[in-house]
């Protein structure tokens, strides 16, 4: 039989096929075939069903898309974690505070999305709080790389029905710090997911892991949502000094016409994108991402 995965508990993956959930392990023949990822949330795999609702799955199918990272850890360092297969939209959560919003890490968000073929839609939460920061600004900066930015509240309603839209027939995990309140929307979006939530820490002013596992949700409006557990840190995998400049789709139409073919666009004579900054024609906030990315992989 072939079903998809849609949620893990310990060994056992639940694999949803014609209607039917039956609770899998994965056979020796795929971990080999996988090594440390031999099964993520969202993969289309073939298993062995039984008559008791239990099965095993033999092979998983090739991945459309993905987001992964690297392994935590000194006895897997240097393994991919898949955390979601097969999806087509990320939903990078910022808040303006509480967790204070940090635009490297949407950015860096956004950079994992682009690279495992994720379209990214970013929204701003808690908008209902007082805060410093220049929405419009944050709006013009990722809609000038065609990227939707919806200015939400879960205590007004704000953002909501857009967000809603956006969703509607498409697969897209919810990522971000933890705190930023990605259980809360989905929530607000479907009352009856019932997600745990939490607060913020009054030691550490961020936010607390409510979410510790990865699950796929059927929504009523259409489409499917992943709540993922908040990321503290977020490793890229397998990401290239050379590849970075193409994630970030601002920069394409000056790749190629730097004086120098291997230009890092940080330090060397006549660089367009640097020109282009400093022009207004590439926002600096986004080229300050570019930067601590690449110093990062070197």
């Known amino acids: ?54 099965g095993g799955i033999e092979n998983v199918h090739p991945r459309k898309t993905k987001f992964s990272r690297p392994r935590v850890g000194e006895e897997v360092k240097g393994t991919e974690q898949v955390i ?17 919003l940090k635009l490297h890490l949407v950015d860096r968000f956004m950079v994992a999305a682009l690279k495992g073929g994720l379209k990214p839609i970013v929204i701003i939460n808690k908008v209902d709080l007082q805060h410093k920061h220049d929405l419009e600004r944050i709006r013009n900066i990722y809609e000038s790389v065609e990227t939707p930015v919806i200015l939400a ?24 710090h933890s705190g930023t309140g990605k259980s809360t929307l989905l929530n607000r979006l479907q ?26 949700f059927a929504l009523d409006s259409g489409g499917y949502v992943v709540d993922s557990p908040g990321l503290k840190v977020l490793g890229i995998w397998d990401l290239e000094l050379d590849e970075l400049q193409t994630c970030f789709p601002e920069f394409e139409k000056y790749l190629g016409h730097c004086k120098f073919s291997r230009c890092s666009h940080l330090h060397e004579p006549e660089c367009v994108i640097r020109k282009a900054v400093s022009e207004g024609r590439i926002f600096p906030e986004r080229f300050e991402s570019y930067e601590k990315l690449y110093h990062g992989l070197k």
């Open 153 to 176: 509240s879960c205590v007004d309603g704000r953002g909501i029905d857009e967000l809603r839209e956006l969703l509607r027939d498409h697969e897209s995990i919810f990522v971000g």
């Open 191 to 216: 009352p009856g997911l019932a997600l745990r939530t939490a607060g913020i820490s009054e030691a550490t002013a961020k936010g607390m892991h409510t979410t510790t596992s990865v699950e796929l």
């Open 1 to 54: 039989m072939t079903g998809r995965v849609i949620r893990s508990r310990g060994r056992f993956f639940t694999v949803l096929a014609d209607g039917e959930e039956y609770q899998c392990e994965v056979l020796g023949k795929a971990k080999r075939e996988k090594g440390h990822s031999p099964v993520a949330i969202g993969d289309l795999v073939d298993f062995t069903a039984a008559a008791d609702g239990f």
């Open 84 to 100: 979601v297969a097969n999806v087509d939209q990320m939903v990078i959560v910022g808040s303006v505070r509480q967790p204070e």
